[in-house]
């Protein structure tokens, strides 16, 4: 793990557009609304037939909606947002995370086409190229905002595109159920007694990513700033994290170290919160580890009990949740909770959303084989 660079040396990093689709609607304004309301977004699965299966529900958009117009739409929407010009759509990069794409022949779901998916989407929205795609699993959008974020700081960059995108499909959908990670109570219960799983959700989203100096340059008013981000690895289990948290305390304390933030100036976690039993119980001995005497004062929730996981797009979905809990002071409810498992003591938003006026908050999130990343916010 690489120290960060001091913060004098490295550029700021501010956010000036964003646009998220889930279960809730297209736009960011249907996320903020379902966020203040509180109410899960699952139902029953009418995209493709559940019968055979144990679980029936997810959260997901009516219809049978296409990635590749859906990643279209809210890259538009957030460089519109962002104020950006055509010639500076046409100077700025697209990082993409991305699942596969049901709508695609299975022949052409290869990591080739992968790429030449990112080249469409930012040929589709004028921008310079994809140079990167992303597809590890649930850390996939995280780390694409942390390198945007790394290619902005170091001055690489002006600015960076970031996008990303899961949508509700068949074989993930029989692939989980089989695995009985699916939770077929119908309700995702992040870090609660009785929790018997995860949910899926549809997740689309798009940020724009710039040097803080450019968006002043040009007038543009920032939505909040990206202070920190950290990307570690624990190897302890292809499917399972360290039960002590390791690989996500040592995120989360890179990302805090980059951000020059200590623990206790930490408002709020958003957390990865899938609702298994060994995802809950090892980030909450994470969030113990890093932060410490602060870890039961730090208000959590997972808006996964919200929004189902979207997979490949959570880092960048739960990223615009982020941003909104800082905008509106609003700390989005921990859902379905039925009460404390004792191997997740946190202070957790249950009931209802809490009113808190935040100055920083943290996203974490872990994948398959042991990846982790934490990125720290602050209001704008």
């Known amino acids: 793990m690489t120290a960060p660079r001091p913060t004098a040396e490295r550029a700021a990093v501010v956010v000036t557009g964003m646009s998220v689709t889930t279960a809730f609607g297209r736009g960011t304004d249907r996320l903020r609304q379902a966020l203040a309301a509180g109410q899960p977004a699952f139902t029953e699965v009418t995209r493709f037939d559940v019968g055979r299966r144990r679980a029936k529900r997810a959260a997901h958009l009516p219809g049978a909606p296409v990635l590749l117009d859906e990643l279209g739409d809210v890259l538009t929407q957030a460089i519109g947002q962002a104020g950006l010009d055509a010639a500076a759509v046409a100077r700025t990069p697209l990082l993409c995370a991305r699942h596969s794409d049901p709508s695609w022949p ?14 469409a989407l930012a040929a589709r929205a ?8 992303y597809t590890n699993a649930c850390v996939a959008a995280s780390t694409a905002l942390a390198d945007a974020a790394a290619l902005i700081a170091s001055g690489r960059e002006e600015r960076v595109a970031v996008a990303a995108g899961y949508l509700v499909d068949e074989d993930v959908f029989a692939l989980f159920d089989a695995g009985r990670a699916l939770a077929d109570d119908g309700a995702l219960r992040s870090f609660s007694a009785g929790r018997r799983g995860l949910l899926l959700g549809d997740g689309v989203a798009a940020v724009i990513l710039e040097s803080a100096t450019a968006a002043e340059r040009r007038g543009a008013e920032p939505l909040a700033r990206l202070l920190g981000w950290g990307r570690a690895g624990d190897a302890h289990h292809v499917c399972q994290p360290h039960p002590e ?23 709020y976690l958003n957390a990865h919160g899938t609702g298994t039993p060994y995802n809950d119980s090892a ?15 730090l208000p959590v929730s997972s808006t996964k009990s919200l929004t189902g996981h979207t997979l490949e797009a959570s880092g960048l979905v739960e ?15 921990n859902a379905g909770y039925t009460g404390q498992d004792p191997a ?6 249950t009931e209802a959303p809490r009113r ?3 100055a920083t908050v943290v996203s974490l999130n872990a994948a398959f084989g042991g990846a982790n990343t934490a990125l720290v916010l602050g209001a704008a």
């Open 283 to 297: 980030e909450a001995a994470a969030v113990h580890l890093a932060f410490g005497a602060h870890a039961p004062k």
């Open 356 to 358: 808190l006026q935040p």
């Open 126 to 133: 004028g921008l310079r190229d994809a140079p990167r795609t």
């Open 106 to 119: 299975r022949e052409r779901q290869e990591d080739g086409h992968a790429a030449a998916t990112g080249s």
């Open 344 to 349: 997740c003591r946190l202070d957790l938003v």
């Open 319 to 333: 990223f615009a949740v982020s941003v909104l809990v800082l905008q509106e002071g609003l700390l989005p409810v």
């Open 245 to 267: 948290g390791l690989g996500m305390a040592r995120a989360l304390a890179a990302a805090l170290a980059r951000a020059d933030r200590a623990p206790e100036e930490v408002d």
